[in-house]
């Protein structure tokens, strides 16, 4: 198999006759990183020390992800699945698995503290999901080096609250039987749950802010803003922030969430402020005008007339 493998891998990429997803990686493999298809040296692995130091760096992400990787496993253990959940750079710092299929897990090398990057381990679902950011599912014979196509790995990416690429979700799984199809099945479930860390994540650090759902045309996970109490976009998501052009990585410079969800020109910008404020005055005592006028400190007539002018119904 070794054989084969190695001589079809350098025979498509030097013919250019790699499937359309493909090419790119297994042409980084062989000719950027300088890999060969044969080579059956176990993945690079740290030691403890290091791999602690490195989900330091990750501070509470990791907390936030851990009680997703125990759903995740919960769905997916049984069927001969492990889960695993490396840094930016493919080095893994958890991990999920049952006891019985842990011994081939860790032969393989998908064990805590292995590096996967792609620059490591060629074509595979951690290093290549990195590479590319984006979701990827790398079945058996499509990986780069004849070791690793024993295995079927599902990945997607989780990105931060600042839109920046932290971490790679993976399931992998061990079993002989596994199908193409039933792999896309568990991609599903991956990129679900990968989105699900960063909406959590992404609440946590603007814990004080108004949490609002973006529609955006990019499949780049969650599309949130964080608003404050001024109606001002403080944080938004990678998807977000592309769509947008506000920047990766970098603090957001405050701008109007109108400017982003949209914008009401019948009115100007101080009248929608004065609008909104009496509106949620009123929907606060519970449609109460004594009530309302009294919480905004001015006289019920004066509340009265101020909903005309801006065309606020009473009832």
């Not at 501070?59 to 990787?69: Q, R, Y």
Request: net charge neutral; hydrophobic share 40%; charged share 25%.
């Amino acid at each position: 198999m070794s054989t084969v493998h190695t001589d079809m891998v350098i025979s498509a990429v030097e013919s250019g006759s790699v499937g359309t997803r493909l090419t790119a990686s297994w042409r980084r493999s062989l000719k950027r990183h300088g890999l060969n298809p044969a080579i059956s040296d176990a993945p690079r692995r740290f030691g403890a020390f290091e791999t602690r130091q490195r989900r330091e760096k990750l501070g509470g992400f990791m907390d936030i992800a851990s009680p997703k990787l125990d759903t995740l496993f919960q769905m997916v253990g049984n069927a001969g699945c492990c889960v695993l959940m490396t840094d930016q750079d493919g080095v893994v710092l958890d991990l999920r698995t049952r006891d019985g299929d842990a011994q081939t897990f860790e032969e393989w090398g998908l064990w805590h503290g292995a590096d996967w990057s792609e620059a490591s381990e060629g074509t595979n679902g951690i290093g290549t999901c990195l590479a590319e950011e984006r979701q990827i599912t790398i079945h058996r014979s499509e990986h780069f080096l004849a070791r690793n196509t024993r295995m079927s790995c599902m990945d997607a990416p989780i990105f931060g609250p600042d839109g920046r690429l932290i971490a790679a979700l993976d399931v992998s799984s061990c079993r002989a039987d596994q199908t193409e199809a039933y792999a896309r099945l568990i991609a599903g479930v991956v990129a679900q749950t990968a989105k699900q860390i960063e909406v959590d994540a992404f609440r946590a650090a603007f814990p004080k802010a108004r949490i609002i759902a973006a529609s955006t045309d990019r499949g780049e996970g969650a599309g949130l803003l964080a608003v404050d109490h001024d109606d001002l976009v403080v944080g938004a998501t990678r998807s977000v922030r592309r769509m947008f052009d506000l920047g990766v990585g970098t603090v957001i410079d405050p701008l109007p969430a109108s400017d982003i969800l949209g914008r009401d020109t019948t009115l100007s910008a101080l009248k929608r402020a004065e609008r909104a404020a009496l509106k949620r005055a009123i929907a606060r005592a519970d449609g109460n005008l004594s009530a309302a006028a009294r919480d905004l400190g001015i006289g019920r007539a004066t509340l009265y007339r101020r909903m005309k002018r801006l065309s606020i119904d009473e009832n």
